[in-house]
């Protein structure tokens, strides 16, 4: 009963931990490179909520001051995610960027194949 | 005699071969005027060192600081009494080399001269340094330089097999000081706080265990792969593809002495004798410096090849001088010095007549020699008399150096090493001696006996310096007094009372109690 | 300079940012190569003078971004650790400008040349935030911007294969980065607090039974941060990413990218957990001797088998990493001292041994073993530079690579762990067997092909590699700039263990 009322209260962290564990595996276990930043993007996505889940209070006010609210949600976390977005994109764009060149000079994004391709790299 | 300071001619002396160098690489076109400047070079070595004499038998240490690398690391130099012997060898037989290579490398019109000269030099000015050096870790560097500049002497030849003895040489010789010799001295930092040669031994004071003091005495012993201890010595015949003058300077004089001068004076001024006689972890080297003499005196008895011989022959009297420090006692200490000087002498004559028979007759094999004693009398004269002086029969240097040797194995708790002294003896009889007799009196094939054959000896400058080392090893016998004298000044205890000459207290028993 | 003096810590970043920028705008690679340098020369004044600042006054320089002061706004924090690797990264990046004009209009197209510079003056801007800021968070931020623009400069390689290890590469550093992050953010729910002195002051009064969310967070952030400073195992982007980009982009990040992240990992480690967790007590230290003692040997060994020159040098790339987190693992003065010193000197050997490969490839367009073959031969100043800087990796004394062993030794032996001193030693004779064979291959073999024809490069290019092989030399003989910054380093690092 205990367990299930800690996961009750907590289930924002297994959704955060289901989430980051699959994107892990998926970067792993897929050969096909644009599966495999599918995978990542959605690693780095785990931590935005990671990192929103404590900030959020409920029924906290965005904060600004204002004599009829005393609670506020933490905004610096929220500041934080949205700086964590901007890289995830910048990175998800190189990455997408450089399996297009990559299917040009290779004429494949299966991983077997670029290495069958190129010999043991 | 030299109106300069002692600490300008160490300078001097490590620097002259450097400048040396640097005209040699800039007259490379003109042979005649970059041999010039190897001569004069090594002439100007051989007068500085000589000048350092008077200052250290009246008893000066001549000394100073290049560079503090790190605290408690610097590069320092100071000139004792063991490394004035040293420096006094290698700086005298550069000169003799030098013309002898002059001669040999021409006649056998050898490829890459300048090449070859310039690492000469450098190697030399290392082996002063080395000489000089006031604490292990100038040491440790000067003997790295050393490795490396004679490595592509070693493989001058460029062919395979020479490529590959040049690698056993280096990887054997920067495999052991890196992986050994390293942390030994790391191991004397830390345990006793400075690596600076003290009089008396830096670890005398240090409170440490037998056993740590066995296990540092094992990284040096087997460390400095130059001195080569069995199982360590196998680079010195691989060595032998060099051409001959590089094995006669370096792998009979410089290169292996280097090795044998750091051992003892790792084991006089870093151990001190006193701490290795009372705590006996030295014993254990004596077993192995005796195993090394008689085994690769037998191995040498089967080579035919005659600088292979030469170089196994090498091995034996290297462990003589490792032999000589692992007994530790004055006697001995004194013994293994003069032995520096009266090996270097004799052998590098024989491994002049090894190199003059090739460059007169391109033989290498013993089995090829038969009575070319009649083609090249003066060589083959030289070659006597260098073996009677390794032997160690009067009237020849190799006299005193055995002399002593046994002397301070019978002061030791070791005296059964005299019978190894004995033994070896012997073999060096039985591997010198058929050389000779076969150049002597077997007939020269294909001519009939009785016939007076023409002389063909090697060019001059071949044949002048090894009749000059030759005679060396006649005149050392009887003026080994002043080099004795010199080697006795070596200061073995820190508060001076005991000189060499009289027996260190074994066991708490003096010899003049017993 | 007086009125610039305060602000030398932002100016340190922006410098780079502003150049970048208009680099980017840019359409002759010359010009930008030209704008590049100025800003490359610039740098190290900014860098050296806080340097210097810092030892004179014995206090870091503390510079409050928008005068918001710790905790509540980023503050950047010089110490002697983060102003001695920004000294070290703006060096090399001032010494390896005059190579790259030659090296990079040799081998990138000439529409992207200005491109490439601005992606290594980004990672330039990141390298050197990085060893500014004093905020985690901020560090992560600086951490993608220099690892984002390497990426690309990696993927501009000549060979397709190039693509191939950025992409590579992006997995594994955008995961690092991640982890990173992870452990960032638990920090920040235990401690409230992003600046790295803040949350060390805030844990040092933690409860014990909170602690082990702390530790939780000590493991994502090494772990995430030695993916980035690729600690064996988790070095496999290394070797291609380093073999395949163009030389000048090899050159600048071997002395530089991973020498940062060690800069990170050594700030986390002895600045913010140091403080509270007895790094004794946590297995972190000898998980980090094994992983260390492991590259070395192991990629040692993979050196000697490799036939590519360049992929040679990056698996000792790999093993030299591991002498530096081998020193941080001992955790004691010289062994501090050690890696630190191993840092700086590492960053200036192996840059120069990168050049060489580099000038080879722009004489003959490959770093294969069997092409470099007599190559001394035609190249004698080259290569002979080349082969004194790797007597440098092998630590040969008179070298620098001496002192860093030197430490390392002394500081394994004083732990009493005389096994580990045998370690570093042996492992440094696999270095003499894979020095030992290129110097075999490049001076005493017949020069043959393209090898025959070479000759030595032009000065800009000479120059540059000269000057770092005589610091080689001379870092090992005068120490007091690299290893006695690196022992006072090392005595305010350890000040903070407990």
Redesign the interface.
Known sequence: MEQLEAFATHYNYFITIFL?VAG?YI?IARGN?IK?LVG?SL??TS?YL??LT?AKIIGGTPPIYDPAYATYSNP??HV?IL??IV?GV??LA??LA??V??HE??GTVEEDD?ISK?GQ? | MLPFDDVTLMMAAMAVPLITAVFILLFHKTPNLREGATLIGAAAVALIVWSLLPGIMAGERPGFELVQVVPGLSIAFELEPLGMIFALVAGSLWFLNSVYSIGYMRKAGEPRQTQFYICFAVAISSTLALAFSKNLFSMFLFYEVLSLSTYPLVTHKGTESAMKAGRVYLMLLMGTSIALFLPGIVGVYVIAGSIDFTPGGVLADAQATPFVIGGLLALFAFGIGKAAVVPFHFWLPAAMVAPTPVSALLHAVAVVKAGVFSVMKVVVYIFGIDTLTVSGANGWLVYLASFGIIMASIVALNQDNLKARLAYSTVSQLSYIVLGAALATATSITGGTLHIVMHAVGKITLFFCAGAIYVAHKKTEISQLDGIGRLMPFTMAAFLIASLSLIGLPPFGGTWSKWFLALGALDSQYQFAVAVFMISSLLNVAYLMPIVMRAFFKPLPGVETGTPVKMAEAPLTCVVPLCLTAIGCLVLFFVAEPVADLAQLIELRADGTQTAGSTPPVLGLNANDR | MTAVQPHLPILLILVPLFAALFTAFMRSGNAAWGLTLVASWVLPVIAVSMLLEVIGSGQPIVYELGNWEAPFGIVYRVDTLGAFVAVLVTVIGAVAMPFARLSVACEIDAHVQSWYYTMYLLCLTGLLGITMTGDA?NA??FL?ISS?AT??MI?MGQH??A?????QY??MG??G??LY??GV?LL??MTGS?NFYDIADRLATMPPEQLPSVITAVGFLVVGVSLKLALFPMHVWLP?AYAYAPSFGTVFLAGTATKVAVYLLIRLLFSVFGVVIDLDDLPILEILIVASVAAMFIASISAVFETNAKRMLAYSSVAQVGYITLGIGLANQSGLTGALVHVFNHGIIKTALFMGLGIAAYRIGTCRMTDLSGIGRTMPLTMGALVLAGLGLIGVPGTAGFVSKWYLVVGAVEQGWWWLAFLIVLSSLIAIVYIGRLTEVIFFREPTGAAAEAKDPPWSMLAPMLVLVLATVYFGFDTSWSAGIAATAATELLGGIK
């Open positions: 980051m892990l970067v490179l495999k990542l690693f780095q931590i990671l990192y404590p610096l976390p934080l700086t964590a890289v910048a990175t190189l990455g450089l399996v060149r990559i000079a290779y670029i190129d790299l | 968070f992560f931020v993608e984002l990426y690309a993927a397709r294969r693509l191939v290890a950025a992409y992006l997995i955008t995961i980065a991640t992050v992870i953010g920040y729910v992003l291609n």
